[in-house]
Nanobody
Framework: QVLLVESGGGLVQAGDSLRLSCAAS?????????MGWFRQAPGNERSFVAA????????YNVDSVKGRFTISRDNANNMVFLQMNNLNTEDTAVYYC?????????????????????WGQGTQVTVSS
């Protein structure tokens, strides 16, 4: 059974940074899975933030991230991270970690929720002005 557990969310001020972590278990050959981060603000649909493939590397939602966020992974420890810098109030949302649909199944743009099969419970990020 796949389990994804996010951590690192919280309440910060505009301009601050946060680093989200996702601990994955139950994924055989974790390093070969595409991993992603999505976010969902109240009243909005869940939207893509960033993803990382084993071979082709990172993909970002450029419009919302604008070079402020960086996704990375630690395959030795089955972890995925999202470094978020220069946060603003529009970044307020629940952030979800997601795992792809199988080993060696890379995701490509446009990236959507259908590209991922497993989801964490989410971690709240609130940015105050």
């Amino acid at each position: 059974q796949v389990l994804l557990v996010e951590s690192g969310g919280g309440l910060v001020q505009a301009g601050d940074s946060l680093r989200l972590s996702c601990a994955a278990s139950g994924l055989t050959l974790f390093s070969t899975y595409a991993m992603g981060w999505f976010r969902q603000a109240p009243g909005n649909e869940r939207s893509f933030v960033a993803a990382i493939n084993r071979i082709t590397g990172a993909i970002y939602n450029v419009d919302s991230v604008k070079g402020r966020f960086t996704i990375s992974r630690d395959n030795a420890n089955n972890m995925v991270f999202l470094q978020m810098n220069n946060l603003n109030t529009e970044d307020t949302a629940v952030y979800y970690c997601a795992a792809g649909r199988g080993p060696f199944k890379a995701v490509r743009t446009p990236v959507g929720t259908d590209d991922f099969a497993s989801w964490g419970q989410g971690t709240q990020v609130t940015v105050s002005s």
